[in-house]
């Protein structure tokens, strides 16, 4: 949405009065406003729309909305889902794209985001409001032997099948501890020797080990002294880290490491599209090297489906 708008911005189609509405309301400086002809509408509303109405692009609106206020937009204020809402043939001959929103922020502000979605691709296009299928050998390349690499966890995400199906395509020995007490002194032991060797280590769910992440920084911090000095940090060693959010979590391994995050596919359109995108699936020599391609295919394809609906 901000690049939408930065783009209209700078093509000279935004206008600035009506952009600090959408985002602020207006602000009420205790004027009076007529008595609102909609009995669905409250007084904040109701304020809201008049102050709306004194824009330039909203000129009309205000008469045009009590003729209509116990009407359409009573039918809009009602709707569980207003996507397919028919705008009056008056509002047509006011309203833009941009001022639908404004009025959509005032009557049913708990479906803007929707709107905007549906705003965004009418200006931009769909692919910006798709989000990318998770790609970590585009990570890798962002990576180096003295950054750790530091996965966001969210619920029903988990990448240690991408980070082993990674680390097997590079030939590079991945060793993965789940910290916990305990585990902080195996985990010591397991970076230091993959420092010289070049192994990988993951560090499995950071935010158990909280007392022992002020170690984990100063490791991170020797790992940077060192790093150029390729007889004590081997140029393949690479430090996974997972982790949910947490307050104990060293600001410096954040500010110096590469993160990112994969979420949980959203719809079915996207788990399908994230099941076909894992290991072996997405290995052409198990997709097509099967006896009787079209049963089986139809047969994941239904287990898959059955797998997104669950």
Not at 210 to 226: D, I, N, S, V, Y
Not at 247 to 262: A, D, R
Not at 273 to 284: R, Y
Request: aromatic letters at 10%.
């Amino acid at each position: 949405m901000l690049l939408t708008f930065k783009l209209l911005d700078m093509a000279g189609e935004m206008d600035g009065a009506d952009l600090r509405f959408l985002l602020t309301g207006g602000v009420s400086l205790g004027e009076k406003h007529p008595e609102c002809p909609a009995d669905w509408m409250s007084i904040q509303k109701w304020g809201e729309l008049c102050r709306a109405c004194s824009l330039d692009s909203l000129k009309g609106f205000a008469t045009h909305f009590k003729t209509e206020a116990n009407g359409a937009y009573k039918q809009l204020y009602n709707m569980p889902d207003p996507s397919d809402f028919k705008w009056p043939s008056g509002a047509e001959a006011i309203l833009s794209d941009f001022t639908k929103l404004i009025i959509m922020r005032i009557i049913k502000p708990d479906k803007l985001v929707p709107a905007m979605v549906r705003y965004v691709v009418t200006k931009i296009g769909e692919q910006f409001i798709q989000p990318p299928q998770f790609d970590l050998q585009l990570i890798y390349k962002d990576s180096s032997n003295i950054t750790p690499l530091i996965f966001v966890l969210s619920p029903g995400s988990d990448p240690m099948k991408a980070l082993e199906a990674i680390a097997a395509s590079k030939k590079r020995n991945l060793k993965s501890v789940s910290l916990g007490k305990g585990q902080g002194e195996k985990a010591e032991n397991y970076i230091k020797d993959s420092m010289k060797n070049g192994d990988w280590v993951v560090l499995q769910n950071c935010h158990l080990a909280a007392k022992w992440l002020g170690t984990l920084e100063k490791l991170c911090e020797e790992l940077r002294e060192q790093g150029s000095d390729l007889t004590k940090v081997n140029r393949d060693f690479r430090l996974w880290l997972t982790s949910y959010p947490t307050e104990e979590f060293p600001v410096t391994i954040l500010q110096n490491g590469v993160k990112m995050t994969n979420e949980a596919p959203k719809g079915l359109k996207s788990n399908l599209l994230n099941s076909f995108s894992v290991t072996p699936i997405c290995l052409p020599e198990f997709f097509n090297g099967n006896m009787t391609p079209s049963k089986f295919k139809k047969l994941l394809f239904g287990l898959l489906f059955f797998h997104a609906i669950l």
